[in-house]
């Protein structure tokens, strides 16, 4: 018996091995890697041990921001559709490496205090939050599916998919640098329009005048866990240009700024609005779109912030 018992060990200590040896493999492929590239989770490897100003929000923070030329100890958790709810979980995950005095910036993208999120985009998102968040930090976790990419990735993948990985590897993904030069062009306006009312408006219709209560909350937690932690919010608006300012109705803004500036006082948090700056709105050379920063339009809006911040300290 006692020898069986030792067979049967064995066999699972090889099968094992074997699991993690091919999931660590899939791990060196372009196919892998192209993933974290294309959802944004391949900076998390970059991060620094010790944080000494972090910027949440979505991809209107994921571009507006580059603080590398300024400090070491910046890092940027924003990710494309990421909601206040994980902006909240990034802090919670990550707030180890923050001490005492650490500067939080949360992008408050307008549309995320109204934000109603289907279940299909919900769904489409949660695999990068498995990659990047312990099972306590993702909503409605999968603790089988969290093991199974912790300890060999391969598993989660189908057999034709993986051959495909490892036999006919796609090119390495250049991911956001490979559009953050462009420039909105006046000949795709109408496109960048269509895309805001179907992609931005729609998902705010539901409740709006009235704050979308899973993002409020999201939005009041992260002031408090900031309060007990000792860390320095900030909450900042970036810019965007005159032809999305143009997309939302007379009474949107108005509605908007009434519900934050109460958040602002309710939680002495700063709140710092660049939305209708007239430095960005009308110049198309800053932006890659109609609703996120360029390059060039990074780098002038992250060193006002900066210098802002150093005001502030």
Known sequence: ????????????????????????AFEQTT?????????????????????????????????AYDFSPYTQAAFNFSLAAQTPRYDLRMLREYGDRMEEGTVVISTVSPIFL??????????????RYYRVLSPQNIIDCDLGRWCAGRFSPALLENTDD????????PELSKGLDASQDFCVEQDV????????????????????????????????????????????????????????LDCFEDDFFPTFYACIEALSEKYDVPYW?????????GDYSLFRN?????????????????ERLEALS
């Open 290 to 306: 109609i609703d996120h920063l360029n390059a060039k339009g990074q780098t002038i809006f992250t060193k006002m912030v900066y």
């Open 114 to 127: 109204y934000y109603t999120e289907t279940e299909e985009a919900f769904q489409k998102k949660q695999p």
């Open 273 to 281: 609005d660049y939305s209708h700056d007239a430095q960005f709105t």
């Open 31 to 63: 196919t892998y890697r192209n993933v974290d590239i294309n959802v944004g989770t391949s900076i998390f490897a970059q991060m620094p041990p010790k944080i000494e100003l972090a910027v949440v929000g979505a991809s209107h923070g994921q571009h």
């Open 1 to 24: 018996m006692k020898r069986f018992f030792v067979k049967v060990l064995t066999l699972i200590l090889i099968l094992g091995t074997l699991l993690w040896a091919c999931g660590w």
């Open 189 to 244: 306006i109408d496109q960048e329009i269509e895309r805001i009312k179907r992609d931005h408006i729609a998902q705010i219709a539901e409740n709006f005048p009235n704050p979308n209560p899973l993002m409020y909350d999201a939005f009041e937690e992260m002031a408090q866990l900031c309060q007990e932690k000792g860390w320095r919010l900030v909450w900042i608006t970036p810019p965007y240009t005159q032809d999305y």
């Open 162 to 169: 993986l051959l495909h990985a490892f036999l006919h590897p």
